[in-house]
């Protein structure tokens, strides 16, 4: 006797091979996975002068009819609950109560019953699973697909417009069926498609073996890696395809962070300072704490922060309650500053000062005679992030998200001719197109759990499915939450995956196998 009851292995494989065919239901009942996900992904098919394309509108599997064929259709097993007047579908025809899958009840088996032979309908197979075995034959069912050919007429401006269409039934194959013990008959000999244990697809997060280099592993279930470095320099790098690596911020900016400020932006909070007669006024920020005040504030009699003195966080909590906008600093101390965006020359244009870049207290006192008074900048060190992506920055020549496009495409295809348009639609297709690539359910799910556990732990079932959904392919934001996850590892080891943990390992059954076969 055993604590946990033993659980009949072979239903992993034949309910793999159920939801991948999902042959007993409706079209309008499947969902979007297996046979129905691979033929979608596949279809539609457009020619090169987009004159016509084939669309995959549904499948069938089998003959589903009566005994003499008088009857025929899957809608002919189904009928109509008596409590909630929902859609029944049965799937045993010899049991005489069904019960209704959405509200529980049940009921009695009321099926239409052929005319002339009596009988409701079921799927037909010509041949049983021992005469395949005796004649040689595969044991299973015709597979059709319907398919709409629609083709188009361009006006003179270049738009299309339906011409004619046209749909049809194809027999596609033969699908063969698995037998009750998890086997398939091919030619008469029996076979099994084996599961096998693979890496799952999703965001992992690792050291190397001297712990000085940080790695982020974006695993697709279909398309192109990517890894981003953090070496031993404080450099960020990307990785597509483990070839040959080059600064993160080129992909970053071909994702839609195309200028230095935009980069910045988004993983720095931006302060103001105040350049003014040799002084320094730095508008009140959680940041504060990294300088010694240049004034005396009070409140009252009491000083509240003194100069000379650091400037504590309690401190910086009273002076935002007081309503202080800037406070001067002692720029006399140093400190790692850098230009938030270009700062230009009011009179002459000139750029003087890049975004990025660092500058300190002369430099400030420089730009304020040329008339800019007031500098917003990025200070790296009070942030967890710290100073890499000011590092990567420096030594990315890319200025635009056009740049950015044909860099990416010199680093990925080297030697191959290369035009603006021809590199945006190469990094289009290589990771936004649901075609190409694909991060999977699982892989979305993992990513959820890793990046936003309390988001993941408060949505419902249905909910969560919609946005496992959504997240199959990554979007600019994604990526930006795992570059900064990379960049605070250093500060907090503790949040590292070991790639080899069963944990993140996933077992690929039947149904997926075939999924991918099928649209190779």
């Known amino acids: 006797e055993t604590t946990i009851p033993i659980p009949n292995l072979l239903d992993l494989q034949r309910e793999s091979y159920r939801r991948f065919l999902q042959m007993d239901l409706l079209p309008e009942e499947r969902e979007n996975m297996g046979l129905q996900e691979a033929f979608r992904s596949v279809f539609p098919i457009k020619d090169f002068r987009g004159e016509c394309a ?19 259709g899957l809608e002919h097993l189904r009928q109509t609950c008596s409590h909630c007047k929902g859609r029944v579908i049965v799937v045993d025809t010899h049991v005489r109560e069904v019960q209704c899958q959405h509200c529980g009840q049940i009921q009695k088996l009321d099926l239409p019953r052929c005319p002339h032979c009596d009988d ?8 049983g699973v021992d005469e395949c075995q005796e004649r040689g034959m595969t044991f299973g069912v015709p597979l059709k697909i319907r398919v709409r050919l629609e083709v188009y007429q361009k006006d003179a401006g270049g738009q299309p417009s339906v011409l004619d269409i046209k749909e049809e039934e194809v027999f596609f194959g033969n699908m063969p069926l698995m037998t009750d013990k998890g086997t398939f008959i091919i030619n008469g000999t029996e076979r099994v498609v084996v599961s096998q244990l693979h ?3 999703g965001v992992f997060f690792q050291t190397n073996d001297t712990h000085n280099e940080y790695v982020s592993k974006i695993i697709p279930a279909r398309g192109s890696w990517v890894e981003l470095e953090l070496d031993s320099k404080n450099i960020l790098h990307v990785r597509i395809d483990r070839k040959r690596r080059f600064a993160a911020t080129v992909f970053l900016r071909a994702l839609g962070l195309g200028e230095n400020s935009a980069i910045l932006s988004r993983f720095y909070p931006v302060d ?22 240049g004034e005396t504030l009070k409140e009252g009699r009491e000083a509240v922060v003194e100069k000379g003195k650091k400037i504590r966080r309690s401190q910086i909590a009273r002076l935002k309650k007081m309503g202080v906008e800037a406070i001067r600093i002692d720029h006399e101390e140093p400190t790692d500053i850098h230009v938030f965006k270009d700062v230009v020359d009011p009179e002459t244009g000139d750029v003087l ?3 990025g870049q660092a500058v300190d207290t002369a430099r400030l006192f420089e730009i304020a005679r040329s008339g800019v008074k007031t500098v917003e900048v990025i200070l790296p ?3 967890e992030i710290g100073t890499a992506l000011m590092e ?7 200025k635009s998200q056009e740049d950015a496009y044909l860099d990416f495409f010199r680093k990925v295809r080297p030697g191959d001719p290369v035009t603006p348009e021809g590199a945006k639609n190469f990094f289009n297709l290589m990771f936004f197109d649901d075609k190409r690539y694909d991060f999977s359910r699982v ?23 919609e946005e496992l959904d959504r997240r199959r392919t990554l979007t600019l934001e994604d990526y930006c939450e795992i570059v900064e996850y990379l960049l605070k590892l250093p500060g907090n080891p503790q949040a590292l995956d070991d790639i080899d943990h069963l944990g993140n390992r996933r077992v690929r059954s039947v149904g997926e196998l075939l999924e991918n076969q099928i649209r190779i």
């Open 392 to 398: 990567t920055i420096t030594r990315d020549v890319c």
């Open 353 to 355: 000062a890049e975004a």
């Open 443 to 465: 892989g979305a799910l993992k990513f959820l759990t890793k990046m936003h556990p309390q988001d993941f732990r408060s949505l419902g079932k249905k909910q969560l499915t």
């Open 54 to 72: 084939l669309h995959f509108v549904d499948y069938s599997l089998g003959d589903w009819q009566c005994r003499c064929g008088f009857v025929k």
């Open 199 to 201: 890496r799952s697809p």
């Open 381 to 383: 060190k009070a942030t």
């Open 120 to 127: 409701v309908v079921n799927l037909r197979v010509h041949a």
């Open 272 to 293: 103001t300072f105040h350049v003014e007669d040799g002084k320094i006024r730095m508008a009140v920020s959680d940041r504060l704490h990294l300088f010694n005040a």
